[in-house]
């Protein structure tokens, strides 16, 4: 991962990286079929090679049913993607593009990739990732202790006052989303958070 600026957290540890742990799948349906009313599609995995995937999708149009000649296709349902949600007529070369991250990162690249407006954005995801956590809150906890916050209360406040210092992570997380410094994105586990 890249240097970090300091003041939205340092490096973090192995539990708040993403993890893969789905497999994305797409059901591709020719729309001369669909429009005949038959449907005639396949399941493929989206994260394969692109050129398998096209060609995957190329077979499945050769044996249409109704027509010798179908040429269009939509992508009539989709699972494993997350947050993300695959647009019928979405290029296949994006919904690849998006399939190998989950497969790669997990789904918080879902949650990434629902939220950009650029593609080039999806390139960012290693960059802007910060982890997996229980909350904003558990975030800037996490950010407090990579600042050594204890051990700069042991060093410059008295004995008799450390344990009336502290600082409001509560608050810090809650003001670190409003002042658009993260986002946050929440999962079934907790929370991931994204650089702004």
């Known amino acids: 991962m890249n240097e970090r600026d300091p003041s939205l957290g340092a490096e973090h540890e192995t539990s708040h990286e993403a993890e893969p742990t789905t497999q994305p799948r797409i059901y591709v ?22 050129e ?3 060609a995957v999708v190329n077979d499945m149009l050769a044996t249409s049913p109704t027509t010798t000649r179908a040429e269009e296709y939509a992508i009539h349902d989709h699972e494993g993607f997350g947050h993300y949600r695959v647009g019928e007529y979405e290029p296949i070369e994006k919904v690849h593009r998006i399939a190998r991250g989950i497969a790669e990162h997990g789904l918080a690249f879902a949650a990434w990739a ?6 080039d954005d999806l390139d960012r995801f290693e960059d ?3 982890g997996s956590y229980q909350s904003a809150t558990d975030y800037a906890e996490q950010l407090l202790d990579d600042f050594g916050l ?3 209360i042991e060093q410059h ?13 509560e608050a810090l997380g809650r003001d670190l989303v409003l002042g658009g410094d993260i986002t946050v994105e929440e999962h079934d586990a907790g929370v991931w958070i994204f650089e702004r």
């Open 114 to 119: 629902a939220n950009t407006e650029a593609d």
């Open 157 to 169: 406040v008295p004995d008799g006052l450390q344990a009336y210092v502290r600082v409001d992570a």
């Open 128 to 130: 802007v990732f910060l």
């Open 52 to 54: 398998d995937l096209q």
């Open 29 to 50: 349906a020719s729309l001369a079929d669909y429009n005949a009313g038959i449907l005639h599609g396949q399941w493929i995995d989206a994260a394969s090679d692109l």
């Open 150 to 152: 204890d051990r700069i």
